[in-house]
């Protein structure tokens, strides 16, 4: 999947809206960041997903595993998990934003669309 893949994903899903965030193009539902793109030197071609924390130490927890993370992530707190698109399985990729709209959604939408789903 590319960005524009993931930005279709994303925003056929209720009260999400196509921005940004520091510069980078990203995705919010109610205001608040699902995904956004991440090209920077410790993190090139990559998208950021929100997740649990538990979520995000299981995930970069294998070396070997596609999903990553970096100190500056860290350092603030930020329950993201970095990925390179490319290397991941789109239908695995499709579930991990679903689960990171589901995560960042106002709980009245989310129940609303899972009710309709």
Same mark, same amino acid.
């Given at each position: 999947?590319?960005?524009?893949?993931?930005?279709?994903?994303?925003?056929?899903?209720? @009260?999400?809206? !196509?921005?940004?965030?520091?510069?980078?193009?990203?995705?919010?539902?109610?205001?608040?960041?699902?995904? #956004? #793109?991440? @090209?920077?030197?410790?993190?090139?071609?990559?998208?950021?997903?929100?997740?649990?924390?538990?979520?995000? &130490?299981? !995930?970069?927890? @294998? @070396?070997?595993?596609?999903?990553?993370?970096?100190?500056?992530?860290?350092?603030?707190?930020?329950?993201?998990? !970095?990925?390179?698109?490319? %290397?991941?399985?789109? &239908?695995?990729?499709?579930?991990? !934003?679903?689960?990171? #709209?589901?995560?960042?959604?106002?709980?009245?939408?989310?129940?609303?669309?899972?009710? %309709?789903?």
């Amino acid at each position: 999947m590319d960005w524009d893949a993931i930005v279709a994903h994303l925003t056929q899903l209720p @009260d999400t809206e !196509l921005t940004t965030t520091w510069g980078n193009p990203a995705v919010k539902t109610g205001g608040k960041l699902v995904a #956004w #793109w991440r @090209d920077a030197p410790d993190s090139p071609g990559s998208v950021a997903v929100k997740v649990a924390p538990e979520e995000l &130490e299981a !995930l970069v927890a @294998d @070396d070997t595993s596609p999903f990553f993370t970096i100190e500056h992530f860290r350092k603030f707190g930020t329950n993201a998990v !970095l990925v390179r698109p490319e %290397e991941v399985a789109p &239908e695995e990729l499709r579930e991990l !934003l679903t689960e990171a #709209w589901r995560l960042m959604a106002k709980v009245r939408v989310r129940k609303a669309w899972e009710a %309709e789903s």
